[in-house]
Nanobody
Framework: QVELVESGGGLVQAGGSLRLSCRASGSIVTTHAMSWYRQAPGKQRELVATMAGIRVTDVSDSVKGRFTISRDTAKNMLYLEMNSLKPEDTAIYYC?????????????????WGQGTQVTVSS
């Protein structure tokens, strides 16, 4: 069993900052990539940023220069530092991982999602 748990969401005024965290736990062998996604009300889920290993491979144009993705691979943690927040950043933020894990006696590659954390930015 593998689980992703996000934390750090909340209500903040425009121009403020928040730091999201995602903890991966379970029988993880290796993590190929970890990402942050977000879904605003009435909109499709969209990619915010991705790390493959220790490299940042994707960052949405809408958050470039404001959000920073980072990882602590030893602790299986993923972070999203969000600065200069705007009302349009309001969404549920989800952690996603492409990983290899030990399912009983079998290695299994899976895409796993967290339950999400709400970020609300007031104007």
């Amino acid at each position: 069993q593998v689980e992703l748990v996000e934390s750090g969401g909340g209500l903040v005024q425009a121009g403020g900052s928040l730091r999201l965290s995602c903890r991966a736990s379970g029988s993880i062998v290796t993590t190929h990539a970890m990402s942050w996604y977000r879904q605003a009300p009435g909109k499709q889920r969209e990619l915010v940023a991705t790390m493959a290993g220790i490299r940042v491979t994707d960052v949405s144009d809408s958050v470039k220069g404001r959000f920073t993705i980072s990882r602590d691979t030893a602790k299986n943690m993923l972070y999203l530092e969000m600065n200069s927040l705007k009302p349009e950043d309001t969404a549920i933020y989800y952690c996603n991982a492409d990983l290899l894990w030990l399912n009983r006696a079998t290695y299994q590659r899976s895409e796993v999602w967290g339950q999400g954390t709400q970020v609300t930015v007031s104007s």
